[in-house]
């Protein structure tokens, strides 16, 4: 059981580049989350989707798109990254009556030069 | 204020100590909280979960939550080197579809053999 894989698992990019991190889940959880991690300032919040077909802002989102392609995955795009977001991305995926129970994928490192 | 507040660390305790970890909040409708636990390079994972107020024991775990001062605390009893870690607070004020956690910065626990 895979659980949630997230790719890549490293990147470097230039500033004004894109990319999409992926993330698949096989728990069949209605829920899945896009959290950064930066030292100091804990886990925040980029976007969630409660549901397929539905995705909302979360604490940080400036600068992030995401996409909910079906029930199994959800990708966060970078349409023009900045330096200001070299950070740990984490998925995250949980069943809609346990959301207290989220489960993590292993996260992307990624650094904007 | 932040509407978690957890204790930077990092802390440094020798194999057998009790730990104690502590969390503070703001926002008087939280009713769920957990620990996830991160090991170096790795995504958070469950550790313990408590709904209101009230201690919870898992093994050498335990979760105790006061919801009349706002304050979590996870003790660990016989600490051993693999429980050297990350410990992250979480909390939200309901569960299901759109519920949301708000994390604390989290601590970084090493424990010396």
């Known amino acids: 059981n895979a659980g949630v894989t997230q790719t890549p698992k490293f990147q470097v990019l230039k500033t004004g580049q894109s990319m999409t991190l992926q993330c698949a889940q096989d728990m069949n959880h209605n829920s899945m989350y896009w959290y950064r991690q930066d030292p100091g300032m804990g886990l925040r919040l980029i976007y969630y989707?409660?549901?397929?077909?539905?995705?909302d802002k979360g604490e940080v989102p400036n600068g992030y798109n995401v996409s909910r392609l079906n029930k199994r995955e959800f990708s966060l795009r970078l349409e023009s990254a900045a330096p200001s977001q070299t950070s740990v991305y984490f998925c995250?995926?949980?069943?809609?009556?346990?959301?207290?129970?989220?489960?993590f994928g292993p996260g992307t490192r990624l650094l904007v030069l | 204020q932040k509407e978690v507040e957890q204790d930077p660390g990092p802390l440094s305790v020798p194999e057998g100590a009790i730990v104690s970890l502590n969390c503070t909040y703001s926002n008087s409708a939280f009713q769920y909280f957990m620990w996830y636990r991160q090991y170096s390079r790795k995504g958070p994972e469950l550790l313990m979960y408590?709904?209101?107020?009230g201690n919870k024991e898992d093994g050498r775990f335990t979760a105790q939550v006061d919801k009349s001062s706002k304050y979590i605390s996870l003790f660990i009893r016989d600490s051993q080197p693999s429980d050297s870690a990350t410990y992250l607070c979480a909390m939200s004020g309901y569960t299901g579809a759109n519920s949301k956690l708000t994390f604390g910065k989290g601590i970084t626990l090493s424990v010396r053999p």
């Open positions: 408590t709904y209101s107020s």
């Open positions: 989707s409660a549901s397929e077909g539905t995705t």
């Open positions: 995250a995926s949980s069943a809609e009556d346990r959301s207290e129970t989220q489960y």
